[in-house]
Structure formats: structure tokens, C-alpha cells
């Protein structure tokens, strides 16, 4: 894949996420995100990760989620290639004004290239979606994702930071009224490398609802401790 198609994909994908805002009668949120992270071998090339995230919707008024969740990821063909395993829990603040119990489990598969500096990188993931039952009824549960993540990283010379901007499409496969693409999120991320092994990022995102009876944009800003092994 050349280096202008890879631009042009991840460009592509930031004009669809710019005219969704011509859609009427949407609304829209801020919030923020806090999360801490940790990445270290296990077995081998095998590498398992573990996450915190905390995330306020409602203008930073309200806790909306808690995320707590692990994956594996081994690589291949010389590290251009990852195959990812994940699984986590989530407690949900839903529109019933209680906090529900979710789970969620995903496999993908992500493929990176370098030019220079820059690297660039397509993954797909099909994301299953579980909600509690017990307490309520759903028209669709479990809920199945497929997500396209198409992202590019710059890596200045001789520096701490790094750069990245991500386009990501949610392809909600099991909806038996409409299987549409109905989210699209772009983060832009700056990371500082502390130390050795400590990172911390800053990221800006923008949550686009599409395809949906009741669209929000949502935006939140992110601050993220990353300890890497």
C-alpha cells in the first residue's frame, strides 16, 4: 500500500466524520477521560495489557463509565503485523439513572507500515457488546461491532513527544432493521515519554453518532498514564 493511498484513507475518513455535523437536530456533550495502562511481555513475543478508565459525560458532571480491561497481542511478520485478543467489564450509567453491568469481548488484527518517520496503521477489530439482562430488556443484545481504525503516528527526531491521529468507523453488524456504520471517532494524541518506561498522553476526541434517531456529538479530553515493559 503506498504512502499517498494510506493519507488518503485516513483523510477520507475525517471528511465523512466532518458531514455528519450537517445532520439536524443534533445534540451535543463534553466530557473527559481518565485512564491508566500498563503493556509488558508475558510469554515469548506474547504481551498482555491491563487498563483503568474512568469517563464523565454531561459536561464533566457526571461518571458515566468505568472500563476495566485486559488483552493479549502476539506480532508477526517482523512486527508489521499484531493479532489482538480482548476482554472487559464495564459499569454503565444508563438513561434509567442507574449504573448497569456490561462486558465486552473483541479480536483483531492490525497491520502498520514506516515511511521515515511516520507510521501508518489499519486495524480491525469485531467488538461483542453484553448487557445485563436481569434488570431490563434490549432490542439487540449482545451487540456486534466491527471497527475500522485507521491511524497516523509522526515521531519527532531527537524528542520526548509523539504525535498521532486516529479515524475510527463502527460498523454495527447484527441490527436487524439496519446494519449501518451509526459512530465515528477521531482522536488526536500527544504523547510524553517521561521515562524509560513512563508515559503520559494527552488526547483530544470527537465521538460522531450517525445513522441514529437521537445523533450527539460528544467531546472529550483525555489524560492517560501509560507504564510500558
Known amino acids: ?7 488518503g484513507m485516513v483523510v477520507a475518513c475525517l471528511a465523512i466524520t466532518l458531514s455528519s455535523f450537517a445532520q439536524s437536530e443534533r445534540k451535543s456533550d463534553f466530557g473527559a477521560i481518565l485512564s491508566a495502562k500498563y503493556d509488558g511481555g508475558l510469554v515469548g513475543k506474547l504481551d498482555i495489557g491491563v487498563e483503568e478508565e474512568l469517563r ?3 459536561y464533566c458532571t457526571q461518571l458515566d463509565r468505568w ?8 506480532p508477526f511478520l ?3 503485523m499484531h493479532l489482538g485478543l480482548s476482554g472487559g467489564a464495564i459499569r454503565r450509567y444508563n438513561d434509567k439513572g442507574y449504573f448497569e453491568s456490561r462486558a465486552r469481548v ?3 488484527v492490525t497491520y502498520a507500515e514506516t515511511y521515515r518517520r511516520f507510521k501508518f496503521s489499519y486495524r480491525s477489530r469485531v467488538m461483542t457488546i453484553f448487557r445485563d439482562e436481569s434488570t431490563s430488556d434490549y432490542r439487540i443484545n449482545p451487540k456486534i461491532y466491527w471497527r475500522h481504525r485507521f491511524q497516523a503516528t509522526y515521531q519527532m527526531p531527537n524528542s520526548r513527544f509523539k504525535y498521532e491521529l486516529s479515524t475510527e468507523l463502527h460498523w454495527l453488524l447484527n441490527d436487524p432493521k439496519a446494519s449501518v456504520v451509526d459512530n465515528i471517532r477521531t482522536v488526536a494524541t500527544v504523547d510524553y515519554r517521561m521515562t524509560r518506561h513512563q508515559y503520559l498522553s494527552l488526547s483530544a476526541r470527537l465521538d460522531n453518532d450517525i445513522q441514529v434517531k437521537k445523533p450527539v456529538d460528544r467531546f472529550y479530553l483525555g489524560l492517560t498514564y ?4
Open 1 to 7: 500500500m503506498s504512502t499517498k493511498l494510506r493519507i
Open 56 to 58: 464523565f459525560d454531561h
Open 67 to 74: 472500563l476495566n480491561s485486559v488483552s493479549l497481542e502476539y
Open 78 to 80: 517482523h512486527n508489521r
Open 106 to 108: 473483541g479480536v483483531d
Open 226 to 229: 501509560h507504564l510500558k515493559y
